[in-house]
């Protein structure tokens, strides 16, 4: 049976119209509003245009046609607003270790919380970043400019087709709107997307910088409920935050350390109440191995030094102990949060680099494996191998009495000790029976082919300052399948060239 004319049009309507993100007026920051969130409207970005959009979380959200659409521009340029309006939040935090005070979403909008589209239904929030100025903007302009805000696209996308969580990236628009940093730029805005945007900071700040001792409170009420629910049921739901808090941040901090990533600014303000990467910035996939790697250029002392982050991990985790005593019985519940982080990274990482060596079985006795793993990075260290290219090319490894390994060999300098690691290797190969061919698919598995390396970002950034954004979306593209061969695409998979090495990025972004 036809509908009735009007249903019928209505109906039509209905098709016609994507389906755009569900705000719903109950979101978590909307429902704690003041002080932890203030009502501020984006500045909206002039002449905004498309750079890049990511299909692939597009559809996971089910916002693949609305992101298509003229709305969808306004709306994530700062053009348009959500019925409920855009809302600034407030943290504090530390920086390169030192107490910074009240910093805040200083050119961060959320946009609200919505409900996804597609799958169960899930509620993720929406921020713009890039959007303008707010309260906590202190001398910034709100902006950011199109450089760093690809890389954060990029990152964010790449990082979760790794398998590691991180905020996500939905869209990012360019403008000619000129924007000052060492040199004139343009302004660019990125939106993310994460179940919540929500900072080590953020407890920080309602605990050192506050008037109203019942901010800190809400706060970790809103978030153990909506994210932590055991922690919420627990006795002391503040201690159990914190321990749960210290386990994600370890498996996150194990899987950096796997993949080679180096965040560069792990101030708790740029910690994640998730164990999620978040805020790229002056961020880098090793090239060759180095652990006192710093990708930073303004980091002088190294302090977020590859091989240093998972210290610093913990210090921070400190720091949001810190803020979460006012809520606990005394300091010994909170050094007990806190030792969950140091079980579970190195339980993490031994996990992550067995299945990077292609191992089945622990063999923790006499800490066999930590020795063939240490063995292998040590090598890699000793001759600055890069990191990315030699894990994958380990896939290849045969096991077989008098395998040459050619292709691996050649990586390192030094022969002689590849050969005594690569003989201890093998024997522990044929211990566990492993078939060389079946280790190699698990291998490709868990050692990515393609990373966002820097020389790859500053090839995409510097078309895109042109006007040619086809190599962002195809590093993009080539970036969310980061473990398949993907032959068609072998030049992204390379060595970096040699002007890679002199590449400074700093947090100017
Ligand atoms: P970041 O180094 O990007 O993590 O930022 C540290 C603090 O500075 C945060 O509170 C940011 O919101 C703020 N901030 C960074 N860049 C700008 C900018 N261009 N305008 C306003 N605030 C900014
Ligand atoms: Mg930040």
Same mark, same amino acid.
């Given at each position: 049976?036809?509908?009735?004319? !009007?249903?019928?049009? #209505?109906?039509?309507?209905?098709a016609a119209t994507p389906a755009a993100p569900d705000f719903?007026?109950?979101? #978590?920051?909307?429902?704690?509003?003041? !002080?932890?969130?203030?009502?501020?409207?984006?500045?909206?970005l !002039?002449?905004p245009h498309w750079v890049a959009r990511s299909e692939a979380l597009a559809a996971e959200l089910g916002w693949a046609d609305w992101l298509a659409s003229d709305e969808a521009l306004a709306l994530l340029s700062?053009?348009a607003?959500?019925?409920?309006?855009?809302?600034?939040?407030?943290?504090?935090?530390?920086?390169? =270790?030192? *107490?910074?005070?009240?910093?805040?979403? =200083?050119?961060?909008?959320?946009l609200?919380?919505a409900q996804t589209h597609s799958g169960p239904a899930v509620r993720v929030e929406l921020q713009l970043k890039g959007?303008?100025?707010?309260?906590?903007?202190?001398?910034?302009?709100?902006?950011?400019?199109l450089?760093?805000s690809i890389r954060e696209f990029l990152c964010s996308e790449a990082m979760a087709a790794l398998g590691i969580p991180t905020t996500r990236a939905l869209a990012l628009v360019g $403008?000619?709107?000129?924007?000052?940093?060492?040199?004139?730029?343009?302004?660019a805005v990125v939106t993310r997307v994460a179940p919540?945007?929500?900072?080590?900071?953020?407890?920080?700040?309602?605990?050192?910088?506050?008037?109203?001792? $019942?901010? &800190?409170?809400?706060?970790?009420?809103?978030?153990?409920?909506?994210?932590?629910?055991?922690? +919420?049921?627990?006795?002391? %739901?503040?201690?159990?935050?914190?321990?749960?808090?210290?386990? @994600?941040?370890?498996?996150?901090?194990?899987? *950096?350390?796997?993949?080679?990533?180096?965040?560069?600014?792990?101030?708790?303000?740029?910690?994640?109440?998730?164990?999620l990467t978040?805020?790229y910035? %002056?961020?880098?996939? #090793? /090239?060759?191995?180095?652990?006192?790697?710093?990708?930073?250029?303004?980091?002088?002392? =190294?302090?977020?030094?590859?091989?240093?982050?998972?210290?610093?991990?913990?210090?921070? &985790?400190?720091?949001?102990?810190?803020?979460?005593?006012?809520?606990? !019985?005394?300091?010994?519940?909170?050094? +007990?949060?806190?030792?969950?982080?140091?079980?579970?990274?190195?339980?993490?990482?031994?996990?992550?680099?067995?299945?990077?060596?292609?191992?089945?079985?622990?063999?923790?006795?006499?800490?066999?494996?930590?020795?063939?793993?240490?063995?292998?990075?040590?090598?890699?260290?000793?001759?600055?191998?890069?990191?990315?290219?030699?894990?994958?090319?380990?896939?290849?490894?045969?096991?077989?009495?008098?395998? /040459?390994?050619?292709?691996?060999?050649?990586?390192?300098?030094?022969?002689?000790?590849?050969?005594?690691?690569?003989?201890?290797?093998?024997?522990?190969? @044929?211990?566990?029976?492993?078939?060389?061919?079946?280790?190699?698919?698990?291998?490709?598995?868990?050692?990515p082919k393609f990373l966002l390396?820097?020389?790859l970002a500053?090839?995409a950034i510097?078309r895109a300052?042109?006007g040619d954004f086809g190599e962002v979306q195809r590093l993009l593209k080539v970036l969310q399948r980061p473990y398949d061969?993907q032959?068609e695409h072998?030049?992204y998979?390379?060595?970096?060239?040699?002007?890679?090495?002199?590449?400074?990025?700093?947090?100017?972004?």
């Amino acid at each position: 049976m036809n509908a009735p004319e !009007p249903l019928a049009a #209505l109906a039509a309507l209905a098709a016609a119209t994507p389906a755009a993100p569900d705000f719903r007026d109950d979101g #978590l920051m909307a429902g704690l509003g003041l !002080p932890h969130a203030v009502p501020v409207a984006p500045q909206p970005l !002039p002449q905004p245009h498309w750079v890049a959009r990511s299909e692939a979380l597009a559809a996971e959200l089910g916002w693949a046609d609305w992101l298509a659409s003229d709305e969808a521009l306004a709306l994530l340029s700062g053009n348009a607003q959500p019925v409920g309006g855009t809302r600034a939040t407030v943290y504090s935090g530390h920086q390169f =270790g030192v *107490w910074a005070g009240q910093l805040g979403d =200083g050119r961060a909008l959320l946009l609200g919380e919505a409900q996804t589209h597609s799958g169960p239904a899930v509620r993720v929030e929406l921020q713009l970043k890039g959007s303008g100025r707010t309260p906590y903007s202190r001398m910034g302009d709100g902006r950011a400019v199109l450089r760093s805000s690809i890389r954060e696209f990029l990152c964010s996308e790449a990082m979760a087709a790794l398998g590691i969580p991180t905020t996500r990236a939905l869209a990012l628009v360019g $403008s000619p709107l000129p924007v000052r940093r060492e040199r004139m730029e343009t302004a660019a805005v990125v939106t993310r997307v994460a179940p919540s945007f929500l900072r080590f900071g953020h407890f920080e700040h309602f605990t050192h910088t506050a008037a109203d001792p $019942s901010a &800190l409170q809400r706060l970790v009420d809103a978030t153990t409920r909506r994210f932590y629910p055991e922690a +919420a049921a627990a006795p002391c %739901p503040a201690a159990a935050l914190l321990e749960a808090v210290s386990r @994600r941040t370890a498996t996150l901090l194990a899987q *950096w350390q796997a993949v080679g990533f180096c965040h560069g600014v792990m101030n708790t303000d740029n910690m994640s109440i998730l164990g999620l990467t978040i805020d790229y910035g %002056p961020f880098g996939f #090793l /090239d060759a191995y180095d652990p006192g790697h710093v990708c930073n250029h303004s980091d002088h002392q =190294g302090r977020y030094a590859f091989a240093r982050q998972p210290n610093v991990a913990f210090w921070n &985790l400190h720091a949001l102990a810190q803020a979460l005593l006012p809520l606990m !019985p005394d300091q010994e519940q909170a050094l +007990a949060a806190l030792e969950a982080y140091r079980v579970v990274f190195p339980q993490a990482l031994a996990g992550a680099l067995r299945a990077k060596l292609g191992l089945r079985e622990a063999h923790q006795h006499g800490s066999a494996d930590g020795a063939l793993a240490d063995g292998w990075l040590r090598l890699l260290a000793q001759d600055r191998v890069d990191h990315g290219i030699a894990w994958r090319r380990l896939a290849g490894f045969a096991s077989t009495e008098g395998a /040459d390994n050619a292709p691996l060999r050649d990586l390192f300098l030094d022969r002689a000790a590849f050969d005594v690691w690569a003989a201890g290797y093998a024997a522990r190969l @044929r211990a566990e029976a492993s078939i060389d061919a079946d280790r190699a698919l698990r291998m490709n598995r868990v050692n990515p082919k393609f990373l966002l390396r820097n020389h790859l970002a500053e090839t995409a950034i510097a078309r895109a300052e042109e006007g040619d954004f086809g190599e962002v979306q195809r590093l993009l593209k080539v970036l969310q399948r980061p473990y398949d061969e993907q032959a068609e695409h072998e030049a992204y998979a390379g060595f970096p060239p040699d002007w890679a090495q002199q590449l400074e990025i700093s947090c100017s972004s």
